[in-house]
């Protein structure tokens, strides 16, 4: 006697179907799995056989194989648990057919007394039934939500053992499917609960930051303790352009196979993800024995905020350099690779010095200048490199901490951000890969960043008397382009690139390359 159900092992992003055969024959009880099971798939049958007991629910006995194929890739998850358990209780059973059995794909881990736990990954494993032509997924209750914003797939929400059980046979104990307005879900959820009219003063810090999410620049902030660097940085996410559907999808994707969706069922506003200084390589890039996704693909389509940069671990930080040129991270094991997606800004704060107040014009510095260096010297050059904005942040003052009147609200900030994204869309329409100003290459920063004369002469001056690095060349370039998009300009106008020069002051001042 031999039943077939389907379910789905997370590889990478994606969700790889996974055919539990279940045979049992007659002879003294005994179970087995194969398919290369972890721990926790071994495990199962502990729980399944406490579940279907305290539900009263009973599968043959006999000598009992379950294979899960195909055999060569390692289930790992708890999440096998329903489905092992659907395939022994349907085992002989002339009421569930092998079509009816065919159409579902089915997941969620078992409480000993029957009911349905939620699991990591079910938005992935809808993804793939449609894909595959199921009729519809089985699901933990918890997680009908998230798997519910894939149309064309029916979601049933399970809470117990018995609930799957009738799904399958048809029964009238069969719970109702799952039903939710994709649009009506994906309008709801985003609402952002913090604004920019919360920021009192730090006027010119919102406008690079304007600038910033306009062209997708990375950006740096540099200012003593207390000046409102971090209360900037994640306001940033408020003011770009609003995630499409697609966008949402691939975002929720990725925070289902991390286990962070906290119930909800759409990631419908910008990620940010701030990491404290003491995370690993593996934390922030991903990997592991079975790799999971790290801070910078959870990241995806949002922003990554760096606070007290130079605190982090060096070879932490270094490893972000292909991620913020290729927008993805691949980690390779022995026996597979999996690709993550990680296309992300770049948002970092720090103190100018040890002691932080090495630009507060209220409190001393203690630090001598070898010190100060050796600071900064921590973050590389490559990596400072990749970063176009290094914006200077000063403490607020009483009188502009005392108005009384909200400062710009995200809404009217992010409408300029949207145009200068339309502009750049327009004009990379026949580019691949390039969305944005901060992504071109140096082809396209000769194409589309041409000076006039008195560009030019300001450029030059800007690098031989004020000691500007060559490599901040395109960067100034890049986010003189954007400035320019800003104002509806066609070209870059000596206005907007003295605007550019002075967000790498601090590139003159400290880094001098």
Known sequence: MVSKVWSSATLGVDALPVEIETN????????????????????????????????????PRGKTTINLAPADVRKESASFDLPMAMGLLTVGHEGFTPERLSSFFITGELALDGKVRPVRGVLSMAMRARDEGKRGVLVPAANAAEAVVVEGVTVYPIKTLEDAYHVLAGGRGAPPPYVQDFKTLFDEARHYEIDFADVRGQENVKRALEVAAAG?????????????????????PTILPPLTPDEALETTKIHSIDGKLDGRGLVATRPFRAPHHTISDAGLCGGGAHPMPGEISLAHNGVLFLDELPEFKRQVLEVLRQPLEEGRITISRARFSVEYPARFMLMASMNPCPCGYLTDPMRECVCAPPHVQRYLSKISGPLLDRIDLHIEVTPVSFDELNQ?????????????????????????????????NAQMGS????????????????????IHRLGLSARAYDRILKVGRTIADLAGSASIRPEHLSEAIQYRSLDRDWWIG
């Open 443 to 462: 082809k396209l920063v000769r194409r589309y960043c041409q000076l006039d004369e008195e560009g030019q002469k300001l450029m030059k001056m800007a």
């Open 216 to 236: 997708g620049h990375n950006a740096l902030m540099v200012g003593p303790p207390g000046s409102g660097k971090t209360m900037l940085a994640r306001r940033l």
């Open 24 to 59: 049992i024959v007659p002879g003294v009880p005994k179970y087995t799995v194969v398919g290369l099971p972890a721990g926790a798939v071994r495990e199962s049958l502990d729980r399944i056989f406490a579940a279907s007991r305290n539900t009263g629910l009973f599968f």
């Open 404 to 436: 009384r009147a909200d400062g710009e609200p995200s809404e009217a900030v992010r409408a300029r951000v949207v145009e200068g994204r339309r502009v750049q869309a327009a004009r990379f329409a026949g580019v691949p890969g390039v969305y944005s």
